[in-house]
């Protein structure tokens, strides 16, 4: 053997030493690679240590990991190639920046589907190299097969040294491959879903106003930073050629604007673009009588992006309840942002469960960031807890930091401070919150309870009637504002009606619910308040407190505690003695 050519071989990649550098990079935060990448990745070379030497093809790529239909064409939808370029950036990019002297790396050759494993400025090998025989390991040989070695005197105590360091590098080569298979296995990342939008005029008459009417909507959509929207020009190139493949659902939205006498409408219809299915069509009508053109535009569009993009929205709708089991990413945020929504406290330790586990595994997810501070906030108010308040508030100014446009991270820096008792910093930053997107019912609803529990209660009412416009399901925020602002209008009976529309699961408007029916003199007051025992049973000498920890007035919750008492509710003396005396 010449020495050049076995100081070349000397430097090559071993079997082991490539899956040890596949799992490394893998699980790296600084890798800035997508999950769909990822995946790419893992299926190359997961196809190559299982024998496939030819590496594979961009069909199988795409159906198997893509999650493309059978009769998928790569000569005309390019996404793999799209993606095999996005690959390799990543690829370059990390290892200038942290790749380590004579360290191993992963490399993609153009015009192939297979990895190189090199070391910086050495030898390069093939991932499918690692099934052959490691006959010369003992000279440093990795992933090439040669001659075997002449028979020479103490042969048998060589081949015995070849056949233990084999057997070792065997054994390294199955633990490695255990850890990268429960790597693969870790929950699915799911990331927010891709969006096409596209609006025709019915009347050439009206081309101009169809075309104004989509820019501002794409520009509403972004404010709610719930979608990812696509620029896509459906007439030049497929819709598969730009949308987010795997992990990432794609939506199409087609739209015809329609002028008729005083009115002006949208039809739109939502399609699923993997299955071709139609998830939902409506329309969407606003008079123009007497109103100027860019009013009605306006209204259109807030209509139309809280349809779409609102956290109880359709697409969003569709997300959260497709999403598998256990996934990860965004399919937590919605969860934690569907139980928020519905005043629900089941669910909400898995929901922090999972939001935490999101966030290990990317650090920089301001939407997770933003809803844990916000779900741990709200747990504040029934368990008040210095250490948890901190944190959500840490957690919401570094939300804010990561995303400083984004009404998600205001929204959890406005209830973190209110909870701590900075009410009107929680102001100010609800305020911000709308005005980065004043579309979004869920911002109008939780600043609307804010303001009121603070006292301003026509504020508060009015951004409490804002949030339910244009809303498939108004938000629960929104309607105990109004279910206390009708019972402290002594308004009984609308009380009582709000309050049964909102969740039974939870404390405060169960406990409206009971005061409402108590002020009637309603025989179903007393059932009501056995289900409200059943569910705190320490309530009547801890009503007073649990209302002071949500920031209510006095004077609100004093009123409160009259209707509770002519349920039959036994509430301790000095509480009510001394909240009435605040409340004069």
């Known amino acids: 053997m010449k020495a050049e050519e076995h100081e070349g071989w000397a430097h090559a990649v071993t079997c082991p030493e490539a899956r040890s550098e596949l799992e490394r990079l893998l699980a790296d935060e600084r890798f800035r690679a997508t999950e769909r990448s990822r995946n790419i990745l893992r299926y190359i070379t997961g196809q190559q240590f299982a024998g496939h030497t030819e590496g594979t093809k961009a069909y199988s790529i795409a159906i198997d990991v893509l999650g493309r239909q059978s009769n998928f064409d790569p000569s005309l939808d390019p996404i793999v190639r799209i993606e095999l370029s996005r690959l390799r950036s990543a690829l370059s990019q990390y ?89 693969a296995m870790r929950p699915v990342v799911t990331t927010k879903p891709t969006v096409a939008v596209t609006v025709t005029a019915a009347d050439e008459e009206f081309r101009g106003e169809a075309s104004i009417t989509r820019d501002m909507l794409l520009t509403a959509l972004t404010q709610f930073q719930t979608l990812t929207i696509s620029q896509a020009d459906l007439s030049d190139r497929p819709l598969a050629a730009v949308l987010r493949p795997a992990r990432s659902q794609a939506y199409q939205i087609d739209m015809k604007y329609y002028g008729d006498g005083d009115d002006r409408s949208i039809w739109w219809q939502i399609v699923d673009t993997a299955s071709g299915d139609l ?21 259109l569009v807030g209509l139309l992006a809280r349809r779409f993009a609102a956290t109880r929205g359709v697409i969003n709708n569709i997300e959260t309840h497709d999403a598998a089991e256990g996934s990860l990413g965004n399919a937590c945020v919605l969860r934690a942002e569907y139980l928020l929504d519905e005043g629900r406290a089941l669910g909400v330790a898995n929901a922090i469960n999972c939001l935490e586990r999101t966030i290990a595994s990317n ?180 009503f007073r407190e649990r209302m002071a920890q949500r920031r209510y007035q006095p004077t609100l919750f004093s009123s409160i505690e009259e209707g509770l008492t002519k349920a039959g509710a036994h509430l301790k003396a000095e509480s009510l003695a001394t909240v009435f005396q605040a409340g004069e």
């Open 95 to 183: 290892y200038d920046a942290f790749g380590e002297p004579d360290g191993v790396r992963v490399e993609l050759p153009k015009g192939r589907y297979i990895a190189i494993f090199t070391r910086s400025g050495g030898t390069a090998s093939h991932a499918d190299d690692c099934d052959h025989p490691a006959a010369a390991e003992e000279e440093g040989v990795a992933f090439r097969e040669f001659a075997p070695a002449q028979v020479v005197p103490g042969y048998r105590a060589k081949r015995w040294g070849s056949l233990r360091l084999a057997l070792v590098g065997l054994a390294a080569c199955v633990a490695v491959a255990g850890g990268i298979a429960l790597y």
């Open 279 to 299: 998830l939902k069509s409506g329309v969407e009508r606003v008079d123009t009588n007497g109103r100027a053109i860019t009013s009605v535009r306006g209204e």
């Open 363 to 542: 650090n920089y997810d301001a939407d997770a960031t933003a809803a844990l501070s916000t779900l741990l906030a709200t747990e504040q108010a029934d368990a008040p807890d210095a250490g948890r308040i901190t944190r959500a508030l840490d957690l919401a100014n570094r939300a804010v930091s990561l995303a400083p446009l984004s009404d998600r991270a205001y929204i959890a820096l406005m209830l973190a401070q209110f909870y701590s008792g900075r009410i009107d910093a929680a102001i100010a930053a609800g305020n911000r919150a709308l005005a980065l997107n004043p579309n979004n019912p869920d911002v109008a609803a939780k600043l609307g309870l804010v303001l009121f529990a603070s006292g301003y209660f026509d504020a508060g009412v009015s951004l409490a009637h804002d949030a339910g416009v244009a809303a498939d399901v108004v938000p629960h925020d929104a309607v105990l504002v109004l279910a206390l602002d009708a019972y402290r209008r002594k308004d009984w009976s609308e009380a009582a009606l709000l309050a049964e529309q909102a969740s039974d699961t939870n404390f405060l408007v169960s406990a409206l619910r009971v005061a409402a029916l108590g002020q009637i003199g309603s025989g179903e007051a007393k059932q009501r308040l056995v289900e409200l025992r059943e569910m705190a049973p320490d309530f009547e000498t801890t």
